[in-house]
């Protein structure tokens, strides 16, 4: 049967391991000059309703060298963009390709897309959800702590798509997450609720980001308004004021605390530019390992 990552939920815990031993090898292959074209022959279609720099890259430079190759489809060149059912499109996608990435606004199209696919489909980010991300985003604080497990990890800022994978992630593998979010922008409650019940680790929520950030091993940030957004830019820049990553906040974490981002970020908004770019920052290897993530992804459902 085909197997799909919609969300992180798809997976189980030993799905995780098996993805980052992968990664960490395809990443070592990689540095060695090893090739490795496990996917020789192999194509993947990837659909873009959204903009992206990383994770276009990312998936068809790993596809390349896999030895497949990757077809970015804008959905404004496509039918898709002229109304071309979900159902047709990936139908027709199945015989074509053997996977499909999607990044597009509602979750419920791509879980649509792949009911109708008989190929695997990989959600590159909804408004709900970025499973890839942290994805990846574990893999790192792997590295650079040793593991995640018992680690305190603090998330400040909008309760958006990462913080709802964050949420699916916690739910599943053992880790503390505290988060802070203004009220009125907490993360989507059902997650929420559902994740609380099969609890592995403890989440918790936060009005205050120096409470979530107390002790923390990784402080994370995402930006304050999400593609799809935009119109609400002002009203958020008031909201999100005091939800930033700055000196202050670093300091109530832990010393060897690391700073992360998903990126694209806005430098005075969601975190400042002397964090962002301060030695606690590793946001230049987060971005690369979403690269040796998603090449472990394509070669398990690929
Ligand atoms: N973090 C991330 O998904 O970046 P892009 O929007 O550039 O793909
Ligand atoms: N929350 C952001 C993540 C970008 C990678 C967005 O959806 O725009």
């Known amino acids: 049967m085909k197997k799909d990552l919609l969300g992180i939920c798809d997976l189980e815990a030993a799905d995780f391991e098996e993805i980052w031993q992968k990664a960490e090898k395809l990443k070592k292959d990689l540095r060695q000059g090893r090739e490795h074209a496990s996917l020789k022959g192999k194509t993947l279609g990837m659909i873009f309703d959204k903009s992206s720099t990383r994770t276009r890259i990312s998936f068809e430079v790993g596809m390349y060298q896999l030895g497949g190759i990757a077809l970015f489809l804008s959905s404004r060149d496509t ?16 015989v074509y390709l053997d996977g499909i990435m999607i990044r597009t606004f509602a979750q419920n199209d791509v879980e649509e897309f792949a009911r109708h696919a008989t190929i695997p489909v990989i959600n590159g980010l909804t408004d709900l959800l970025h499973p890839c991300q942290i994805l990846s985003d574990l893999f790192t604080i792997k590295e ?7 680690m305190k990890v603090a998330y400040i800022g909008d309760g958006n798509n990462v913080a709802n994978s964050w949420i699916e992630a ?15 922008y907490d993360p989507d409650s059902e997650i929420m609720d ?26 994370y940030t995402d930006v304050w308004a999400s593609m799809g957004q935009e119109a609400e830019n002002e009203q958020r ?24 981002h998903c990126l694209p970020a806005h430098r005075g908004e969601e975190i400042t530019a002397e964090v962002l770019d301060g ?22 459902l690929l």
């Open 144 to 150: 650079k702590k040793g593991s995640y497990e018992g």
């Open 279 to 300: 030695e606690q920052s590793v946001v230049i290897e987060q971005a690369e390992n979403r690269l040796h993530v998603q090449k472990a992804i394509l070669e398990i």
């Open 170 to 184: 916690a739910s599943i593998l053992p880790f503390e997450l505290a988060l802070a979010c203004p009220k009125g």
């Open 237 to 260: 820049k008031k909201v999100f004021k005091n939800f930033k990553i700055n000196a202050q906040v670093l300091k109530k974490a832990k010393k060897d605390a690391i700073v992360m």
């Open 79 to 94: 039918q898709i963009g002229r109304g071309e059912i979900i159902a047709d499109t990936a139908r027709m996608a199945s």
């Open 194 to 219: 559902r994740s609380m019940k099969e609890l592995k680790s403890k989440i918790s929520l936060y009005r205050d980001p120096s409470d979530a950030a107390k002790d923390a091993d990784v402080l």
